[in-house]
């Protein structure tokens, strides 16, 4: 599976930018979606994350209410990452993930639980 993320860019605090996460090659095998973010300095952060059947999504805390994350329906179609109300902090390499098992809330978190990862996207936050 091969994961091309597209999307960042430089936008003002408050303001808004959409990602988008783009599956290709044995995408009939990926059960869920995720959205992972790296500051230099810190471990990659989890962010958001999608069932490809169901359409379960989850939230990191610090996003919930601003991010949202949508599509991946049987690994094909583009996954989003819409973010609003961005914030200096937001600043950030974002990754989307691929994942060929079940996702639940405790194996979203891990980046273990991915085995196909795309190129990050630049995401700056200006105040």
């Known amino acids: 599976v091969q994961l091309q993320a597209s999307g960042g860019g430089l936008v003002q605090a408050g303001g808004s930018l959409r990602l988008s996460c783009t599956a290709s090659?044995?995408?009939?095998?990926?059960?869920?979606m995720g959205w992972f973010r790296h500051i230099p300095g810190k471990d990659r952060e989890f962010v958001a994350a999608?069932?490809?059947?169901?359409?379960?999504?989850?939230y990191a805390d610090s996003v919930k209410g601003r991010f949202t994350v949508s599509g991946g329906a049987n690994g094909k179609n583009p996954v989003y990452l819409q973010m609003s109300k961005l914030k200096p902090e937001d600043t950030a390499v974002y990754y989307c993930?691929?994942?060929?098992?079940?996702?639940?809330?405790?194996?979203?978190?891990?980046?273990?639980?991915?085995?196909?990862w795309g190129q990050g996207t630049q995401v700056t936050v200006s105040s």
């Open positions: 090659g044995r995408t009939f095998s990926v059960y869920g």
């Open positions: 993930a691929a994942a060929n098992q079940a996702l639940n809330s405790i194996a979203v978190l891990r980046t273990t639980t991915y085995e196909y």
């Open positions: 999608i069932t490809t059947t169901a359409g379960s999504t989850w």
